[in-house]
C-alpha cells in the first residue's frame, strides 16, 4: 500500500518565472498549499517535498533534496528529466507539484490502488472545463520502486541513444514503464493510464493562472465554430470536416481559430435562470389600532 507522498518541485524555469511556480497563486491559494491541503483532507499524513530551493521550507513538511540535473538555460534543456524523481525504496505516490487539483482528481489518486505503478493524466475527450488542448501528466503512484528504477535506466539510455522524437519527459517514461512502443511523433501515446477530467490542470505560463482562474469562476463560455479545414480533433478522438458545426468552450474555440481550422458563428448564451418564487406565506390578520390626538403644549416663555 502506497502511504508515502512526495509533491515534485525541482524543475528550473527561470524563463518564465521569477520564483518556483509551484508557488504560484490561483484563486488565492498557493499550488504547493493547496497540494498539501487535498492530500491531508484525504486522510494522508506522511507528505515531502522534493526541491533543491529554499523557498518551500516555510510549508513546514519535510524537505528531500537530491542530485536533480534536469534544467533550462535559455531555449536549450539540459540533464534528464527523470531524474526528477527522489530516489526511494518505500512505496511512494509522487505528486506533480505544479499542478492545480480538484478534490475529485487527489481523491481518484489516493484511492487508486496498484501493487505496481499508475500514472494519472488528463486525456481526449477532455472536460468542457479543461484549460488546455492537449494532455498534461499530474502523478505516478509507485508500489514496485525497482520497477521504476529500471524504468528510468532504460529511458535514459534510449535518450542516449536518441530512439525518442523529442527528451523524454513523464509520457516517453510511462511508454517504457508499460513495455509500450515508443512513439514517433506528438501526440500518439501507446499506453493507457488513469484519466483525470475536469479542470485539473498543470501551471506552465502565467497565462495559464488567468485562463483557469475564469474557468473556476463559471466563465468559461461555449462557442459554436464551423470547420473551415479537415482536421484531426484529439479532443473528440475523430476527424472533423469542412462545414460541421461544434460546440466548443471559448478557450478552445481561440485555439481553434489561431489555427485557421475553424470560425466563429456564434456566442452560445448562458440559460436564463428561473426566477425564483417566493414562497406564499400565511396571511397575516391586521390590527387596527385607534389612533390617539396628539396635543402641542405650548412653550412657555420664561
Known amino acids: 500500500m502506497v502511504t508515502k507522498y512526495i509533491i515534485m518541485c525541482g524543475g528550473n524555469y527561470s524563463t518564465y518565472w521569477k520564483t518556483p511556480r509551484q508557488l504560484a497563486k490561483v484563486n488565492g491559494e498557493v499550488l504547493a498549499e493547496r497540494t498539501i491541503r487535498l492530500l491531508k483532507e484525504n486522510g494522508i499524513k506522511d507528505i515531502s517535498i522534493s526541491t533543491n530551493y529554499d523557498e518551500f521550507d516555510y510549508l513546514g513538511i519535510p524537505i528531500l533534496k537530491h542530485n536533480n540535473s534536469y534544467r533550462t538555460e535559455g531555449k536549450e534543456v539540459l540533464g534528464y528529466w527523470c531524474d526528477a524523481f527522489y530516489p526511494t525504496n518505500v512505496p511512494t505516490c509522487y505528486i506533480f507539484g505544479d499542478v492545480y487539483f480538484s478534490d475529485e482528481a487527489i481523491k481518484t489518486i489516493v484511492n487508486t490502488e496498484t501493487n505496481d505503478i499508475e500514472f494519472f493524466g488528463s486525456a481526449p475527450p477532455f472536460a468542457n472545463n479543461y484549460p488546455k488542448n492537449h494532455v498534461e501528466p499530474f502523478a505516478l503512484k509507485v508500489a514496485d520502486t525497482e ?72 466563465g468559461n463560455e461555449m462557442v459554436k465554430v464551423q470547420c473551415i479545414l ?62 390617539k390626538p396628539t396635543t402641542k403644549k405650548a412653550r412657555k416663555n420664561k
Do not use: C
Not at 509500450?180 to 475536469?198: C, H, M, R, S, V
Not at 484529439?234 to 481553434?256: H, M, P, S, W, Y
Not at 440559460?271 to 385607534?290: L, T
Open 147 to 218: 520497477h521504476l528504477k529500471k524504468a528510468i535506466q532504460k529511458t535514459k539510455k534510449y535518450e542516449d541513444e536518441n530512439k525518442f522524437w523529442r527528451k523524454p519527459i513523464m509520457w516517453e517514461l510511462w511508454t517504457v514503464i508499460k513495455n509500450a512502443p515508443l512513439q514517433k511523433t506528438a501526440g500518439k501515446y501507446t499506453a493507457d493510464y488513469i484519466a483525470i477530467n475536469d479542470y485539473t490542470s498543470d501551471i506552465d505560463r502565467e497565462q495559464d493562472i488567468n485562463k483557469l482562474e475564469n474557468i473556476l469562476k463559471g
Open 230 to 291: 479537415d482536421y484531426n480533433d484529439l479532443q473528440l478522438k475523430r476527424l472533423v470536416k469542412v462545414g460541421e458545426e461544434l460546440e466548443v468552450t471559448k478557450d478552445r474555440a481561440e485555439v481553434l481559430v489561431n489555427k485557421e481550422l475553424v470560425k466563429v458563428v456564434e456566442v452560445i448564451p448562458e440559460p436564463e435562470k428561473e426566477p425564483e418564487v417566493e414562497e406564499a406565506s400565511e396571511p397575516v390578520e391586521e390590527k387596527k389600532v385607534e389612533k
